[in-house]
């Protein structure tokens, strides 16, 4: 069963998230992909196989992961301008685990994982580049979505087999590791170009907020509710993006999605 859900559910919210971003555009991509749609699936199967203290713990952690995440958009975003794919991912890559080693280091209450979340959520929108151009239109091959599910799975694979060994902090810390965001800005980037990897990004920081929520309340009420947490965590998700739809997102700094 878990090892169904490993290969299934991250993906699937992937290529949803892709297909929107094609009728909505890029930055609808980065906003869907950066609600916990692979980092979700990473911590329910980890409840599932290591029970709900390692999960609450593993969440707390991801709150500090996404201060990781936010780091990784205004990197990639930068680098993308005048570096190949390769590269801009790499680096993106180094930076991201570079500030997830330091913070596995520096437990702090979930409270204050959301706080330092929060913050550098609008400081990276505040930091990211203006888009130069727009977004190339070009024509998707066949193997486009095949290629973002196989690349999901494959790194949601090898991180859930690895948190029995990692323990909850560095799996939790790991858990919002840009595996989705590497998947559809790295697509963005090699089909549309610096500007789509740009509006796919900010689009990612968009979605941070719910993020967050997600993590805060699983790692809360893991415990007392068990299972029934991911029903009130994605609850909390919709709730908190509506608001900040509504009226946060000049607090961000982020402009609307496309």
Known sequence: MTLLLKLVLAPLLVVGSSLAG?????????????????AGPILF??????????AA????????????????????????????????????????????????FVPVPAWVALGLA???AWGAA????????EARPVALPWWDLLARAAATAALVLALTAAAGRLGPEIT????????????????????????????TTRGVLRGLGGFAAFCFLA????????????????????VVQAGISVCGRRWFGVPDAG
């Open 22 to 38: 094609r009728r909505w555009g890029p930055g609808v991509t980065g906003l869907l992909v950066a609600l916990p749609v692979v």
């Open 45 to 54: 199967i980890t409840y599932l196989e290591q029970g709900a203290a390692f």
């Open 57 to 104: 713990r593993a969440a707390s952690a991801s709150l500090l992961g996404l201060v990781s995440l936010a780091v990784f958009t205004v990197v990639f975003a930068r680098v993308s301008a005048a570096r190949g794919l390769t590269l801009t991912i790499l680096t993106g890559w180094a930076a991201c685990l570079a500030v997830d080693l330091a913070l596995s």
């Open 118 to 120: 929060v913050l550098t």
């Open 126 to 133: 505040k930091a990211m580049p203006r888009a130069r151009g």
């Open 172 to 199: 939790g810390v790991l858990a919002p590791f840009p595996i989705g965001t590497t998947v559809v800005a790295g697509f963005a980037l090699a089909q549309g170009g610096p500007a789509a990897a740009v509006a």
């Open 219 to 238: 790692a809360e009420l893991a415990e007392p509710l068990g299972g029934y947490v991911f029903l009130a965590a994605v609850a909390g998700v919709f």
